[in-house]
């Protein structure tokens, strides 16, 4: 494995998916999947965050916090049915990332969403 640019691990540091680059049983492509997904999920909730605290309407946040962890759950499913490269740890991996984002509801804005909730549509939507 080759050291890593300093652009690299800025980005990559609070990441919880960078310890899968260079494991053998996962591809390139699917770390950089995961990464990407891990990113994405987090600034749009970060986004969901914010228009509530200007909006101020707790069901529609839950709606939209619902899809995104449906939207973050279904990529791992894709790419574990093309991989088959999930097992406990990666599985435990992904819920932890999951529980990092979703904790900043939480913290954010306090006890809006039960968050609960959002752990239960992950549990419903994971295949892996």
Known sequence: MQARKPEWLAENLDNPF?????RENISSTNVKKAHTQYKNTRSKILGMIS?????????????????????FTELFNKINKRSDFIETMESEKIFEALSSIVGLVNNEIGNIV???????????????
């Open 18 to 22: 960078r310890n899968w680059d260079g």
């Open 51 to 71: 228009d509530f605290r200007d909006n101020k309407n707790s069901e529609q946040l839950l709606i939209e916090l619902l899809n995104e962890v449906s939207v």
């Open 114 to 128: 039960d968050i609960k909730l959002l752990y239960d549509k992950f549990d419903e939507v994971r295949d892996f």
